[in-house]
T-cell receptor, first 114, second 117 residues
Framework: AQSVSQHNHHVILSEAASLELGCNYSYGGTVNLFWYVQYPGQHLQLLLK??????LVKGIKGFEAEFIKSKFSFNLRKPSVQWSDTAEYFC????????????FGKGTKLSVKP | GAVVSQHPSWVICKSGTSVKIECRSLDFQATTMFWYRQFPKQSLMLMAT?????????EQGVEKDKFLINHASLTLSTLTVTSAHPEDSSFYIC?????????????FGPGTRLTVL
């Protein structure tokens, strides 16, 4: 069965620090990869996604993620975080083409200190 | 972006009663809707997938007679938690997708917090 692992449960950073959130998945076939963000009191929003092509994907708000197939990883990065990035971040994987279902990781809570 | 709404956002009910949660796609037609359940500090767990006009497909371990899902139109799906018990207390999130055309993204509702006393 597919699974998604997010290594960090809670990350605390100061403003301007660099961010990297780990995500690994277990599935040998073709996958689509996603990062979602959930700001306090708000719904899940798509940050970025990878379907094919350039493994370095740029998303909204300065976030990017790199798909490394050999490591089954899709880590999220941001060079300089802001207080407004405080949120919960979820990695998700979809296999089985357009009909497949999203499998989510447990999420990483990011707290950015001003 | 597309908008998905849920109603109510928060509900408290007594044990044994039933609760209905609505999920609406406001500016697009959702051929498929998904219902997730999220426990504190846990991942979103897919409960069921419903296609408009068809019976929902439930994930293993989800009781279909307890969690009734109806997707009668392209913009509305409902989840009814029947004979709710305290262990059903959770955060329920719906998601909608339109498989027609090029749109292949899932849009999420804001969630409904259910507390069963």
């Amino acid at each position: 069965a597919q699974s998604v692992s997010q290594h960090n449960h809670h990350v605390i950073l100061s403003e301007a620090a660099s961010l990297e959130l780990g995500c690994n998945y277990s599935y040998g076939g073709t996958v689509n990869l996603f990062w979602y963000v959930q700001y306090p009191g708000q719904h899940l929003q798509l940050l970025l996604k990878y379907f094919s092509g350039d493994p370095l994907v740029k998303g909204i708000k300065g976030f990017e993620a790199e798909f490394i197939k050999s490591k089954f990883s899709f880590n999220l990065r941001k060079p300089s975080v802001q207080w407004s990035d405080t949120a919960e971040y979820f990695c998700a994987v979809k296999s089985g083409g357009s009909q497949g279902n999203l499998i989510f990781g447990k999420g990483t809570k990011l707290s950015v200190k001003p | 972006g597309a908008v998905v709404s849920q109603h109510p956002s928060w509900v408290i009910c007594k044990s044994g009663t039933s609760v209905k949660i609505e999920c609406r796609s406001l500016d697009f037609q959702a051929t498929t809707m998904f219902w997730y359940r999220q426990f504190p500090k846990q991942s979103l767990m897919l409960m069921a997938t419903s296609n408009e006009g068809s019976k929902a497909t439930y994930e293993q371990g989800v009781e279909k007679d307890k969690f009734l899902i109806n997707h009668a139109s392209l913009t509305l799906s409902t989840l009814t938690v029947t004979s709710a018990h305290p262990e059903d207390s959770s955060f329920y999130i719906c998601s909608a997708r339109d498989l027609r055309g090029s749109r292949n993204e899932q849009f999420f509702g804001p969630g409904t917090r259910l507390t069963v006393l």
